[in-house]
């Protein structure tokens, strides 16, 4: 973390026009290779799982389970890179909430799943 207004959002959003999502016709897939979205106000799994559903322009329930969302979530696209701005904002739960979403961010950043939906054009 670093000071307010040092342009790091600025940063992120350049890099993310850097990197557009691309589209294979031929299997009916996209490949987003960078998604940039904004924490939530607290760490909450289920609305961290939507607001990357809806950032990808992803059909979703919000009332269904944070299970079924992981699953979704894995399965949509090739996502190499996921920039969570304002990260901070976890702090705003308990300890436990806290690590647990922790967990979820790391377990998005390790899963075999999510690695293997990579496709190279």
């Known amino acids: 973390m670093a000071e307010t207004n040092n342009g790091k959002t600025t940063i992120a959003l ?9 589209h294979d016709p031929d299997n009916n897939r996209s490949r987003v290779p960078v998604l940039l979205l904004q924490a939530s106000l607290a760490p909450d ?19 269904e389970g944070a299970g079924k969302e992981e699953v979704q979530v894995l ?8 920039i969570i701005d304002e990260i901070h ?14 967990n979820v961010v790391k377990y998005l950043g390790t899963s075999s799943r999510f690695r293997s939906l990579e496709w190279e054009p």
């Open 14 to 22: 350049r890099f993310a026009r850097l990197h557009p999502a691309e």
């Open 45 to 63: 799994e289920g609305r961290f799982y939507n607001s990357i559903l809806e950032a990808l322009h992803a059909p979703y329930r919000p009332s």
């Open 75 to 82: 399965r949509t696209v090739g996502l190499r890179r996921l």
């Open 89 to 102: 904002n976890l702090l705003a739960g308990s300890l436990a909430r806290q690590r647990h979403f922790l």
